[in-house]
C-alpha cells in the first residue's frame, strides 16, 4: 500500500499533530508501508520513507498556505497514492484527520480559548475576520460537502460531535481514532535516570513536586490559570513549562503574582519523555482539544492529570482515579483542589497505579490496526 501523509511542517518539536504525523510516518513504514511524507519543511529526517518537499512559498500566512495547496495539487497530479492522508483543509484527500478539530468549528467557538468575557468578544470578532482561518474552513467546507467527501478520523467523541454539528456527512464517512501512545517509547522504566537528569540541569530539588504542562498555545491550554492557581496555594508545586512559544508575558504575570521562583520555562524540547520522568504531575486547564497527545503520553508514563472536559484525551480518565478531570476551565476553584490533591504523595502513588493501568487501552499498535482498516476502506472506495 502506498501512502501520502501530508502536514504543512513535518517536524515534531512544533507541535503533537507534527509530532503524531513523524511517529506514524515511521511506524507505518516499519510495517511494510510505503510511505511518503508531503510537508513544506522537515524536522529530523525520517528512514524508510519519501521526503516531498512541498512549496509554501509566499508573503503572508495566508499566501504561503495557497502556495502549498497548489504544490499539493500539482504533486497529486503527477504521483498515485492508494491513500491520501491529510492532516488539515486541502483540496482533496482520502482520509481527513482535523488533529486540532475541524476548521468550521475554530470560527465559530476558536475565541473560547481566552478568558474573560470581554477577551472573548474581541476573540470572537477577530475569528471571524482572520483571513486565513476562513481559508482554511472554506476549503474544508468544500472538501467534506462535495461529491465524494474523505473519511473524516475524530480523535474522540467530543470531535465528532462537532464534525455532525457542522456537516451533514453520512456515519460511514465519520471514524473514531483516538490518540494512541508508542507504549515502548513512552514506557516509565525505560530511562528512569531522566528524571535526576532533568531536575540537576534545571536546578530542582529531588524532593520538590513537580507539575509539567507541554502545550505550543499557552492561551488556550490554560497556563494563565494554572498560574494563578498556584499563586493562591501556600505549598506550591514547582510549575515545569514546555513549549516553543515564547513566555515573556507569562513570566512577566508569575512576577506580578509572586511565583517566578515556583515555574520553570523551560522552552522547547525533542524529548518530552525525560520531562515526564522528571515530573510527579501533569496539568492541562484546556479550554479546547480534540484529544491532546500529551496528556496520553503523561497517562502511560503514570502521571495524574488535571484537565478538563474540553480535552477529548479525558475520555479515557475516570475523573478522581488518574487524575481530575475539571468541568469548565475558569473553575479557579477547582483546578486549586486539584493540585492541592496532587501535592498529596499518598494520592498520587494511588492514581499513578491507576495511570499505568490504562497503558493496554492506549497501545500503538490498537491505533495501528484501527487505522489501517480505515485506510482499506478509503483505497476501496477510491478504486
Known amino acids: 500500500m502506498k501512502v501520502a501523509l501530508v502536514i504543512l511542517h513535518a517536524d515534531p518539536a512544533r507541535g503533537g499533530a507534527e509530532r503524531y504525523t513523524f511517529d506514524l510516518a515511521q511506524a507505518l513504514a516499519a510495517r511494510g508501508v510505503a510511505v511518503s511524507l508531503l510537508a513544506s519543511s522537515f524536522g529530523p529526517e525520517p528512514a524508510g520513507m519519501t521526503l516531498v518537499k512541498l512549496d509554501d512559498r509566499g508573503l503572508t500566512r495566508l499566501g504561503k498556505y495557497r502556495r502549498f495547496l497548489q504544490s499539493l495539487d500539482a504533486h497529486l497530479a503527477e504521483t498515485t497514492y492508494d491513500v491520501v492522508h491529510a492532516m488539515l483543509p486541502v483540496h482533496w484527500c482520502d482520509v481527513y484527520h482535523p488533529h486540532a478539530g475541524v476548521a468550521a468549528e475554530a470560527i465559530v467557538s476558536g475565541h473560547r480559548k481566552h478568558g474573560g468575557a470581554l477577551k472573548q468578544q474581541v476573540a470572537a470578532v477577530s475569528n471571524r475576520l ?3 482561518r476562513r481559508a482554511f474552513a472554506n476549503v474544508e ?17 467530543y470531535v465528532k460531535g462537532t464534525v455532525r454539528a457542522h456537516y451533514p456527512l453520512a456515519e460511514d464517512r465519520l471514524a473514531t481514532l483516538f490518540n494512541a501512545v508508542d507504549l515502548e517509547k513512552f514506557d516509565p522504566a525505560r530511562r528512569p535516570e531522566c528524571r ?6 534545571f536546578g530542582i530539588d529531588a524532593g520538590r513536586t513537580v507539575g509539567l504542562m507541554i ?8 497556563l494563565e490559570p494554572a498560574l494563578r492557581a498556584l499563586a493562591r496555594l501556600a505549598n506550591r508545586p514547582l510549575l515545569v513549562v514546555v513549549g516553543k512559544e515564547d513566555p515573556s508575558s507569562y513570566r512577566r504575570l508569575a512576577e506580578e503574582l509572586g511565583v517566578a521562583a515556583d515555574v520553570i520555562f523551560a522552552g522547547a524540547t525533542n524529548d518530552p519523555y525525560a520531562f515526564y520522568q522528571a515530573a510527579d504531575f501533569f496539568i492541562l486547564p484546556t479550554r479546547h482539544d480534540p484529544c491532546s497527545l500529551v496528556v496520553l503520553e503523561a497517562l502511560a508514563m503514570g502521571l495524574p492529570v488535571i484537565s478538563t472536559r474540553q480535552n477529548g484525551a479525558c475520555e479515557i480518565m475516570t475523573p478522581g482515579e488518574q487524575g481530575y478531570v475539571l468541568a469548565d476551565a475558569d473553575d479557579s476553584e477547582a483546578l486549586v483542589a486539584a493540585i492541592t490533591s496532587m501535592c498529596d504523595d499518598t494520592t498520587r502513588r494511588s492514581m499513578r497505579e491507576r495511570c499505568l493501568a490504562l497503558r493496554p487501552r492506549l497501545a500503538y499498535e490498537t491505533h495501528l490496526r484501527t487505522l489501517l482498516a480505515i485506510y482499506g476502506r478509503a483505497s476501496s472506495r477510491a478504486v
Open 130 to 132: 482572520n483571513v486565513k
Open 141 to 157: 467546507r468544500a472538501l467534506l460537502t462535495g461529491p465524494k467527501p474523505p473519511i473524516v478520523l475524530c480523535l474522540s467523541e
Open 196 to 201: 535526576g537528569a532533568i531536575r540537576k540541569q
Open 215 to 222: 502545550a505550543q498555545d499557552f492561551a488556550r491550554k490554560g
